[in-house]
């Protein structure tokens, strides 16, 4: 009887030790983590009709992964639109090749769907650089470093908050990579997905803290 409830314990033990967050972290312990990538299904969309192919499909989500590259600035006062849109739903990730869709115009109905809720690290700012391209309603848009500082959580950034909340490292090796060349590589396309797709993920795994 006492081996049983010794047992029972140590999965209780085991499981609030689980639950306790962990507020701040190092490069040293993140870099102990393992390398992860997103492993599904990537779909590069780079014509219009294709866009408004998938729009229905998206629009079926609850949550959305979010992110943008743009072409890196290296000089003061430089700055560039936005090239590519990531979407990460439950089951692949959309990047969408702006210059090549026509611009925002065929993705308008996820960018302004308030019951779609759309995470990305830093997402105000992503916004305010789609509004380079077009203004529009933005609807639906959360800060995953607005979840973060209500947890009390330290430091934000997707690679703090990939290892924090999910116990993975991502790669950001690419980010000052050139995003408007015609034709991306395959290590830029996995890398975007990444982004979007960690995004989504540590929203959910966010949920369960949050009261």
């Known amino acids: ?23 701040r972290i190092t490069p040293k312990q993140i870099s102990r983590m393992p390398l992860k990538v997103f492993d599904g299904e990537i779909v590069l969309i780079e014509d219009t009709d294709s866009a408004k192919s998938v729009i229905d499909e998206i629009l079926s989500e609850k949550f959305l992964g979010f992110d943008i590259e743009s072409k890196p600035a290296f000089s003061k006062g430089e700055s560039y639109a936005p090239s590519l849109i990531q979407i990460a739903t439950s089951a692949k990730v959309y990047l969408f090749k702006l210059e090549k869709i026509g611009g925002l115009a065929p993705l308008k109905p996820i960018l302004e769907k308030e019951d779609i809720i759309k995470v990305g ?90 009261p």
Do not use: C
Not at 126 to 140: P, R, T
């Open 1 to 23: 009887m006492y081996e049983i409830h010794k047992s029972l314990m140590g999965q209780i033990l085991k499981y609030f030790k689980r639950m306790v967050l962990q507020k």
């Open 121 to 210: 690290a830093s997402v105000d700012h992503d916004v305010k650089n789609l509004f380079k391209i077009e203004k529009f309603n933005a609807q639906g848009f959360y800060d995953l470093g607005l979840f973060s500082k209500r947890l009390k959580v330290v430091h934000t950034g997707l690679r703090n908050l990939a290892a924090i909340f999910l116990r993975i490292r991502i790669s950001k090796k690419l980010q000052l990579t050139d995003w408007t060349q015609k034709v991306l590589t395959p290590q830029q396309i996995l890398y975007a997905a990444t982004d979007a797709w960690i995004s989504r993920e540590i929203f959910l795994k966010m949920l369960k803290y949050l």
